[in-house]
Every structure is written in C-alpha cells, then in structure tokens.
C-alpha cells in the first residue's frame, strides 16, 4: 500500500508544474492544431467508442495521470482486488464483486476457499426459482399463480434491483409486474402494493444483513399484509423470499430458509446487483438474458485487469476525474444518459461513486489535503438539456460530463433516433467549443445580447457510445463505473467500500423515535434546534 501522501508524491508535483502549463489551453486551439486528435484520444474496446477527446488533456496530461496511477500502486491494486485481499480494510473484507460474474470454471480464494462453486450454486438456484414464477408453476398459498413481485431493499438493495429493472424493462415479462419499496416512509409501500391481490403477490426482502431498519419495517408491514389477507402463517412461506447473508435472521424473521439466497460479506451493498440481490431482475428478464447481464461485467472486469492504462476505459475515467477534482477544482460531475431506459441510472450511480470515494481520510487514516469524489447527478436526455444543462455551459462552474448513447433505438419510430443523438453529439459540441463574441457578431446579434449569448466553452465531457442498450451493455456500463470507483479510491488513498457514514444518522434516529412515540414527553437532551423540532412535531401531531 502506498503510504506516501498523495501530493508529496513527485507525480503530483509534476502534474501540479503541468497544469500550471496547460490551464488555459482551449480544446478549439488544440482540436485545431490536431487534426488526429479524436483519434488520439479514444478508446474502442469491448464494444464501446469511448471518445475523451473533448477534456482539457494533452498528451503530456495523460502521460503524467498514468503515471500517477502507476505509482499509485494500481496494477497491482487491481490484482488485489480480483484475487480476493482483504481490500476493505476498515472492516476487514475482501472485495470480489467481480467473482459474481466470474465463469463457472474460475478459482479465487477467501481465506482459502474457493468461493466460485457458491458462486455458481446461488445463481442455478436463483434459476430454478426464477423459471418456477415465470412459468407459473410456483403457486401461491391459495393456488394462485404469482403475478406481482415485490422487491422490499435499501440503498444496495434497491438501487440495483431498480435501476436494472427499469433499464431492461423491454427485456421483461410485461404480464407480470415488478414494483420495489425502499423507503420507510409508508406511501412508499401503500403505493407498491396498490391494487395487488395478496393471493398472486411474492415478496423479496432484500438485505445483506437483514438488520436494517426500513426494510425490516417494511417487510413486517407486508407480512401483515399478506396474512390480514390468507389469514395463515403458513402462508408466508409461499409469498416471501430472502435474498441475505444473515440466515438465522431470515428465519427468526418467518421466511423459510428454502427460498433463501444467500451471498457474501465480499459483497459490497452498492456492487451486489448481480449477485442474489439480482433476483427480481432475473425474474423479469430471465435466467438467460441475467447471464448476457454477467458476460457484460466480466469483459469489461477482463479489459480493466488486462488493458493497459493507455487503453483501458476505467482507468482513463478514473484520471480524468481526479485531473478535474484536483487540479480545476470541479466539485461535480454530470451522467447523462441519452435512453430513456436509463432513467435511474444517475441514482444508482450517485450511491456507487458517492458512497464509495465520499470520504475524506485515507485508508491508513490520515484526513486528505486534495479533494476525493465528486458530486454525481443526472437526468436522462433530452430532458436534462431543458433543465441543467444551462449551469454547465454558462455558469461559473466546470462540470465534466460523461454522455451515453446508443446507436440503434429499442423502439424505431420515425426519426426520434437520430434526433436523440443529435442533441448528444450537439451538446459535446457545444460544451467544448461554445460561441464567440465574433460569431455572434458576425450574425448581426445585437451588442447587449452578445454577452448573454456567448458560450466560452472549453467544457470537458466524455462520450460514450454503444450499440444498443441490452442486458450485455447494461453490465458493460455498470462496471465501467464499478473501476472507475476503484482506481480513483486507489489513487485518493481510499478504502472506497466502507460505508461509516451512514452511521451516526442511524444511531441518532434510533434515539430519537421514542421520544416521538411515547406519551409522555420524556425530558429531551439534544441541542435547543432538535429539542424544539420534536417539541414542535409532537404537539402538531396530537
Ligand atoms: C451499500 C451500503 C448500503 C446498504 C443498505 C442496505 O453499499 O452498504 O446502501 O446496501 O444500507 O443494507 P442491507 O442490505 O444490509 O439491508
């Protein structure tokens, strides 16, 4: 592990001296003085184009991020990583998101077992159960075939499940509906269960620990649920599965350990979606269409390890957000994902990459003097563009974006396609090279408008083009991400899979909900801003 402050390394020092350099440099001046300069910077690996063209790089640039992340220690974190060290030092844990995807025939070892036979042993199961409710054959307590799935999970647990489910819907059975509940706020089950019929419902209680408190609250509302309706406690085993690492748990909880599926403490939250977190995507797409999903991440798991730097996707996402985060400042970065099908890929990514590099000590403990992972946001296109988009041409911040986009539609209809990604190679367009003063005079605009309509550009994004959005891509995007995550917590000196943060807020509301509860008001001890919040909700309460 490097335990050399990251901007004592000489690295750093160099890229401090080269930024100082290339600051001002306009991509209009470097596009114009390269003509070969999209080739230069860009990737086609894995069936993706990745074009970084657009950033405020030179080749000088990338050379000193490469070898930041050489000395950093990457390659051989990378290895680190996929073969099973105990990454996760702040908990003690390895860090095999990747061995989920791996093939039937692969070994990697946790404390010296190999863990790909449980691996392959969860997925069949998961198969055997999903074909059962696709089929139909998996009755209901009164006969009913199943029609309704309920997905009951939280941030890891849910963000997964949701996103894939909305971003394959096309490759899901439509006669059968998939609704997911997360919050403990109790609209969110109310509307979940809105005009389900118990008799035809299943519900997944997603949760690694099975301890957390939303899904825990969650799950014995549906519990009540299930049984105001079948008036049967046997009943439960046929409308409830567990997909946990806490078997004692589940079955204290009243599900049958038979449908449960179980997977591992290696198993961050945010990384688990194909692992039996997975279960309700499975369902809705189908065993097979789940395998193209895992063939996905495990090539772009195999360029991460294998690709050098210079090539290798993850690992120039990675630098050019800490060239941004570091060197420009930039406090944001915008996902922009021009398919509608997406529409939750922003979310699940805001927990990934926030709740993975939002932190400020390195791994050895020491607080940082640089900044670590940015603010993630977005919103499918075109929409964002009638919305955001105006902060990051024209306001005073830079926001590196990453634009996603597809060459063939899932539904062709008339020429919304090619109008879709029209706007995305627009917006990269206008992003980097804007409109000057003397194009807006040259077109006669009047002088006091001139100001307002000129767009500085030197804008950076990245854009990304693929195919078509199908389970496979799915898998391809989601772990570029996943090691982009990685490397860039490699290099901030990170343990990027813990998650402390969450913590304190948990504790604290632990305390506090009694003091809403009980009838009498017991005396409050927090500071006079809590104190008078709870004075004030208990007495609009009554
Ligand atoms: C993710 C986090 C966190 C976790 C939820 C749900 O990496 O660990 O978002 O997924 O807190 O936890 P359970 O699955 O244990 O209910």
């Given at each position: ?8 390394m000489p690295e750093w020092k160099a890229l401090e001296a080269h930024y100082e350099k290339v600051k001002e440099l ?29 950033h405020r790089i030179n080749e000088e640039t990338m050379r000193l991020l490469i070898a930041l ?250 630098l050019?957000?800490i060239w941004y985060?570091d060197f420009y ?214």
């Open positions: 592990m490097n335990k050399k402050n990251l901007t004592d306009h991509m209009r001046d470097m596009f114009a003085s390269d003509s070969e300069r999209a080739a230069r910077f860009s990737i086609k690996a894995e069936g993706i184009y990745f074009d970084y063209s657009k992340a050489k000395a950093s220690g990457l390659q051989e974190a990378i290895e680190d990583m996929f073969s099973g060290k105990k990454i996760n030092n702040t908990e003690n844990r390895a860090v095999l998101h990747t061995a989920l995807r791996a093939p039937k025939d692969a070994a990697v070892n946790v404390d010296g077992v190999n863990v790909i036979p449980e691996v392959h042993a969860v997925l069949d199961k998961m198969e055997k159960f999903a074909n059962k409710i696709r089929e139909g054959s998996w009755k209901g307590f009164t006969g009913h075939p199943i029609k309704n799935i309920v997905n009951i999970g939280i941030g890891g647990s849910d963000l997964g499940p949701v996103m894939a489910y909305e971003a394959l819907k096309d490759y899901s059975r439509r006669d059968l509906t998939f609704r997911f509940v997360s919050n403990i706020d109790s609209t969110d089950f109310f509307e979940a269960v809105e005009g389900l019929n118990p008799e035809e419902t299943l519900f997944i209680v997603a949760s690694k620990t099975f301890t957390t408190l939303e899904t825990m609250t969650n799950a014995k509302t549906a519990r009540e649920w299930c049984l105001n309706a079948l008036k049967d406690e046997k009943a439960i085993a046929f409308h409830f599965a567990a997909l946990s690492t806490n078997a004692k748990a589940v079955s204290d909880f009243g599900i049958d350990t038979a449908n449960m599926f179980a997977f591992w403490d290696w198993v961050g939250g945010r990384y688990s979606m194909e692992s039996a977190i997975g279960l309700s995507t499975m369902i809705a797409i189908g065993p097979d269409n789940f395998k193209k999903l895992l063939e996905g991440f495990r090539s772009i798991d195999n360029h991460y390890r294998t690709a050098p730097f210079e090539k290798n996707i993850p690992v120039i996402m990675a050019l957000g985060a400042g930039a406090q944001g970065m915008a996902v922009l994902p021009y398919e509608q099908y997406l529409k939750r890929f922003p979310a699940y990514l805001q927990q990934l990459t926030m709740e993975s590099n939002g932190k400020g000590v390195t791994r050895d403990g020491r607080k940082v003097n640089y900044e670590t992972g940015a603010i993630y946001f977005g919103e499918p296109g075109t929409n964002g563009q009638h919305s955001f988009y105006q902060l990051i041409h024209q306001g005073t911040k830079l926001i590196p974006c990453d634009f996603i986009g597809f060459a063939k539609p899932l539904h062709a209809i008339g020429r919304h396609h090619d109008l879709l990604m029209a706007n995305v190679f627009a917006q990269a367009e206008a992003l980097a090279f804007g409109k000057t003063k003397e194009q807006l005079e040259a077109e006669n605009e009047k002088p006091d408008l001139i100001p307002h309509k000129t767009f500085e550009g030197n804008r950076p994004s990245s854009v990304f083009l693929l195919e078509k959005l199908t389970p496979e891509t799915l898998g391809k995007i989601v772990a570029l991400y996943e090691h982009c995550v990685h490397a860039q917590g490699i290099i901030w000196q990170l343990d990027s899979f813990d998650q402390w943060g969450v913590q304190l807020g948990k504790i604290l509301a632990g305390k506090i909900a009694p003091e809403l509860e009980n009838k009498e008001i017991p005396e409050l001890r927090h500071d006079s801003s809590t104190n008078s919040l709870i004075a004030e909700y208990r007495r609009m309460r009554k």
